[in-house]
């Protein structure tokens, strides 16, 4: 399996930029942040004009009620963490912003100067700290998740996006051959930017990008969870579109539960028998399903509080009792 390889003739020759390499490339601990590896390596902080911050374009929308949060706790004690940014690739003189987007926008709305940590990086490093700024905040949802994977896998490969989620379909449908050196690249590369395994990120995470647009900038945004949009998916029929946007805003004004959300798409698919390819999922199946997807969050979710542990534990002896009660009827029928 090969090493993950970076182009360090982008450099610029930094070592202290080197050993933030090595701490990406060794998997960062998830209590621990980037911005504290920077610190501990030596990269210095400069006082910048937030307007000189250029967000990238993959950046998230702002969240309104944490801009004004943090805008009154930095009136009140200034920025506690610095921002995270490069020398602009594409505008002299500009920076673009790897981490810090909120904290860059309140600064802005302050008039004040935003503290930021420069680094000198290549376009492969930058993806990767913009994501593991994020992804160590717990800020990533799966959608934004998979754009960061594939983002990095592309420049890695130096391939076009849609050509490397190609190589996963490919792989799932075992048409590639798995000793290829995309495919070992790509073996290799995953476990050092995400938790999610290979097989999990091909079945749940890469989907979400063939969205419908609404659907997309829905889950972009923080509005609706990718689970919640999952259930929207058989009405991207164009047939469903008004009906698909009606109950896309019901979900994020009424919060409507993933079980309310699949009750109403089954309900409109019953009621237009005439589109074949669209068909109500089996309750078992679907129940077989949502258990596969908890266990997969489960699964990454490294820290957890005490009460929230027993509250789950919790759930899960009311699920497997009432399963069992189930079982035993089944048995003596």
Not at 246 to 275: C, F, K, Y
Request: aromatic share 4%.
């Amino acid at each position: 399996m090969p090493k993950n390889k970076l182009d360090m003739t982008n450099m610029l020759g930094d070592p202290k930029t080197l050993k933030v390499v090595s701490a990406l490339e060794g998997g960062l601990n998830a209590k621990q942040d980037l911005n504290q590896v920077l610190t501990e390596v030596g990269v210095t902080t400069r006082q910048l004009a937030p307007e000189d911050l250029i967000p990238r374009k993959k950046n998230r929308p702002l969240d309104e009620e944490k801009v004004e949060s943090l805008m009154r706790s930095i009136r009140d004690i200034g920025v506690l963490e610095d921002l995270i940014a490069r020398p602009h690739p594409e505008i002299f003189g500009k920076y673009e912003l790897l981490g810090g987007n909120h904290r860059r926008e309140s600064c802005l709305r302050l008039r004040i100067l935003a503290p930021t940590k420069i680094v000198h990086v290549d376009d492969l490093l930058a993806a990767k700290i913009a994501g593991a700024t994020n992804a160590l905040r717990n800020q990533l949802n799966a959608l934004e998740e998979a754009d960061m994977v594939i983002e990095v896998l592309s420049l890695e490969l130096k391939i076009a996006e849609p050509d490397v989620e190609a190589l996963f379909w490919q792989h799932s449908n075992k048409t590639i051959d798995p000793n290829s050196f995309q495919w070992r690249t790509i073996e290799a590369i995953v476990p050092t930017i995400t938790a999610v395994a290979i097989s999990s990120f091909t079945r749940h995470y890469l989907p979400l990008r063939k969205l419908p647009q609404d659907l997309l900038d829905s889950v972009r945004s923080g509005k609706l969870h990718y689970t919640k949009a999952e259930k929207l998916i058989p009405l991207k029929h164009p047939r469903f579109e008004s009906e698909r946007r009606l109950l896309l805003q019901e979900a994020i004004v009424r919060n409507l539960s993933t079980t309310e959300l699949l009750e109403r798409v089954n309900q409109l698919l019953i009621q237009s028998p005439s589109i074949k390819q669209q068909k109500p999922e089996p309750l078992r199946k679907m129940l077989t399903r949502r258990v596969k997807s908890v266990q997969q969050q489960i699964n990454q979710i490294k820290n957890w509080d005490s009460v929230s542990q027993k509250e789950v534990e919790k759930l899960l002896n009311k699920l497997e009792s009432k399963i069992q009660e189930l079982s035993k009827r089944q048995s003596n029928s």
